[in-house]
């Protein structure tokens, strides 16, 4: 077994579809409309990486740590999402599917 680890990257427009990346650290990277499709990221880490446009579906989110990620957007009906981690200021991204107004000031 072998892990990745991305610093820094610039990983806009990949294709990780149907991969197994476990454990695998995200550190200030750019994801921007990647595809995760069918990807298994259990216990993965999207530590400050923007992730406009990227694609989850059907998608191993177990663990997943999205806590400091931002731009996320995916329905969790068709994830794998139990215990993955959020910061309350990026809940939006779950509710992203039901195009909701969904008001940041208050």
């Known amino acids: 077994m072998f892990s990745f680890k991305f610093e820094k990257s610039q990983l806009d427009y990949s294709t990780f579809y149907g991969t197994k990346l476990k454990k695998t650290k995200f550190t200030d990277c750019s994801l921007k409309e990647t595809d995760f499709e069918e990807a298994d990221l259990t216990g ?9 446009g990227t694609s989850f579906v059907r998608t191993v989110l177990e663990k997943v740590d999205f806590r400091t990620a ?27 599917h039901f195009n909701l107004d969904i008001d940041h000031d208050n």
């Open 44 to 52: 993965s880490v999207f530590d400050n990486c923007d992730l406009s």
């Open 70 to 96: 931002r731009n996320f957007g995916f329905d969790p009906a068709v994830n794998k999402v139990k215990q993955a981690k959020f910061s309350a200021l990026n809940l939006a991204g779950l509710l992203y």
